[in-house]
């Protein structure tokens, strides 16, 4: 099996007003999403991102807060999975929660390296 990473964007992590009991509920969902993902054998490991990161860029290595200009584009985190294909990828992440919020998931190949 090839390996992918998913990267999340948006979704409960950013959603004003959310409630802690609903954001409770929905880490529920994430919990029986990646237990089925492991079930299946997809070997899913990740982790959540929270904010007040930096970002360093170009030859001049300037810092700055982010380049975000919307919550919604903000990276809240990232899942690495083991699946047959890409199209299998993007189908195991149509079952992820973050739909839910409005969120949206990145589905990239991960290269070897060495």
Known sequence: MAKFIYVFRGGAFVEKGLSA???QEHLKLWGAWM???AKQ??????NAVHDGGRTIRGKKKVVTDGPYAELKDLVTGN???EAASLDKAVDLALGCPIY????SVEVRPVQQVG
């Open 21 to 23: 009991s609903a954001m």
């Open 35 to 37: 237990g089925e993902l």
């Open 41 to 46: 054998g997809h070997q899913p490991a990740g």
């Open 79 to 81: 899942l690495a999975v």
């Open 100 to 103: 839910i919020y409005d969120g």
